[in-house]
């Protein structure tokens, strides 16, 4: 009997959520036929089956959040031979009830919000306490508007995919000391470059191309020199990566989303261009695989999209640092001979895992960035 287990769907992701089944069990299945779609903090996928044979058993209902590595249903491979079927389970009667284990992050998620699971009912496969239930436990709890709400004060339940992201969060900056700095930089030749590549790249790619590849340009090249930012910290050291697996934010609906561009350090503005676009749009229409969603190296934010000038982000753990561009807004500055000038001028903001590098290293590194960025020429053209 082959087992189907819960798998690891992204770097810092240690469970994932039970969207549905889409095979039941006493199916047969082919290998690599789409079998369960499960939904995590970074992305919602559907899970190929790793056997060819048939679907035996499903040991974690739809709805159900699992630890990675959580056994999720059972196989009978091509070839093997019918075990001998186990006495059906009579249902437990009142006062005969089982005692009931429960999962790490159920476990974890109950004491954080002081839920009694004793006193819960559970929805899952054999009565389990799922994490749904507790959540549901605590939304009935905080149904009754708290004391300090006034008369049209909404309190809003956060789903599970944003409750996730905030679980995320919060342990970043638990186990990442961060520290953050800005650089300005003089965006002349970015915009310039921009406009000189803009109809001609919409002609040939079908895309409009907006600042981001080049900036991403620049990050790769800069990591190449600063290895110690395209990195990520594991029990206590620093894993340099062989490749920049360039993790780009996305705004989804369902949440922030940071699918990777795979060996970005070797692609042009162009290139660069077409990979975001795609992991973008597939992102935004919940269409990535798990492969977009692995093994990125650093993260590049966009937050001047929305018009921000300064921003802190908080670290996509366990990479060490990313960095985000701030809006571009034309205001004076001191230009030759001291004379005042007007130029179209950005922030770079980087927050980093104090752990990982000293600020001189971090410095260095952002203002390398902005270099690259004011010498933009014909040779960085998107093609």
Known sequence: MATLTMPQLGESVTEGTILRWLVAP???VALDQPLVEVETEKVTVEIPSPFEGRLSAVLVDAGETVPVGTPLA??????ETDPTPAAPVEAPV?????????????????AEHGIDLG??????????????DVLAAVAAREDAPPAAT??????????????????HMLESVRSAPHAWLLVE??????????????????????????????????VCRALAEYPDLNATW????????????????????????VPAVKDAGGLTVGELARAIADLTDRARDRRLSLDDVRDGSFTLDNTGVFGTTATAPIINTPQVAILTTEAIIRRPVAGPDDRVVVRPMMNLCLSFDHRAMDGSTAARFTTRVRDLLQSLDEASAAR
Do not use: M, W
């Open 150 to 167: 006034q008369d049209g004060d909404t309190v809003v339940s956060l789903s599970p995919t944003r409750r996730r992201i905030a679980e």
């Open 74 to 79: 059972e196989f009978q491979a091509s070839g």
């Open 119 to 132: 006193g819960l009912t559970g929805s899952g496969a054999g009565g389990r306490v799922t994490r749904q």
């Open 94 to 110: 009142a006062g005969d009830v089982p005692k009931r284990r429960h999962s790490p992050a159920v476990t974890r998620l109950a």
């Open 234 to 257: 594991s029990d206590g050291a620093l894993v340099r990566r062989g490749a920049v697996n360039l993790g780009i934010a996305v705004d989804a609906p369902q949440g922030l989303i």
């Open 185 to 218: 930089c003089d965006a002349s030749a970015l915009v310039e470059r921009r406009a000189a590549d803009r109809e001609v790249f919409r002609a040939r790619a079908g895309i409009d191309l907006s600042y981001l590849p080049y900036i991403a340009h620049a």
């Open 26 to 28: 006493g199916a047969t």
